[in-house]
């Protein structure tokens, strides 16, 4: 991509509309401050096989967070599943000028309206940040949250061999 920041901000909407002429079921959201001076707080996107396979994945989805570096940092949210070939197949994305308690309740909702009901019983597995284990069950309630162990801990500094 070309340009400053700025420009590629401004270009979001008209790259997920043109995205969409292609993939009618492709879903975004794009806030921004105020009417005024339009700025960039949160966006989210899904892509339309995403929501027509979902049924065939398995029941687990794994969600994490990866801090954006450049001139406007952010947070990059994905949840992805695994396949019946046990492939990663990537769900929902998000991006948000930070890593918040909000910005977690908007992603998991967004992730509920365009994937499950909010009675649907699946497996969320997550890294240990406090403000997703504490949103999690607020959003679905009837969900099972595990929380995914950091590679020290699965053992890898006890010279144990590491988990496939």
């Given at each position: 991509?070309?340009?400053?920041?700025?420009?590629?901000?401004?270009?979001?909407?008209?790259?997920?509309?043109?995205?969409?002429?292609?993939?009618?079921?492709?879903?975004?959201?794009?806030?921004?401050?105020?009417?005024?001076?339009?700025?960039?707080?949160?966006?989210?996107?899904?892509?339309?096989?995403?929501?027509?396979?979902?049924?065939?994945?398995?029941?687990?989805?794994?969600?994490?967070?990866?801090?954006?570096?450049?001139?406007?940092?952010?947070?990059?949210?994905?949840?992805?599943?695994?396949?019946?070939?046990?492939?990663?197949?990537?769900?929902?994305?998000?991006?948000?000028?930070?890593?918040?308690?909000?910005?977690?309740?908007?992603?998991?909702e967004m992730f509920g309206?365009?994937?499950?009901?909010y009675d649907t019983r699946?497996?969320?597995?997550?890294?240990?940040?406090?403000?997703?284990?504490?949103?999690?069950?607020?959003?679905?309630?009837?969900?099972?949250?595990?929380?995914?162990?950091?590679?020290?801990?699965?053992?890898?500094?006890?010279?144990?061999?590491?988990?496939?």
């Open positions: 991509m070309r340009g400053s920041f700025e420009h590629a901000y401004q270009l979001l909407t008209n790259y997920f509309a043109e995205v969409r002429l292609v993939n009618p079921n492709f879903v975004f959201d794009i806030q921004t401050t105020s009417c005024k001076d339009k700025r960039f707080t949160r966006c989210f996107w899904c892509f339309g096989p995403s929501k027509k396979t979902y049924k065939l994945l398995r029941p687990v989805v794994v969600i994490d967070e990866t801090f954006l570096k450049g001139r406007y940092h952010g947070t990059l949210l994905a949840a992805i599943a695994i396949d019946p070939s046990n492939h990663i197949f990537p769900l929902i994305f998000s991006i948000t000028d930070s890593e918040t308690t909000k910005s977690w309740t908007y992603f998991l309206s365009n994937f499950h009901g699946f497996v969320v597995i997550t890294n240990r940040n406090p403000r997703i284990i504490n949103v999690v069950p607020k959003v679905f309630p009837f969900v099972i949250h595990t929380l995914k162990l950091p590679s020290k801990a699965r053992g890898s500094h006890l010279g144990w061999q590491q988990w496939p």
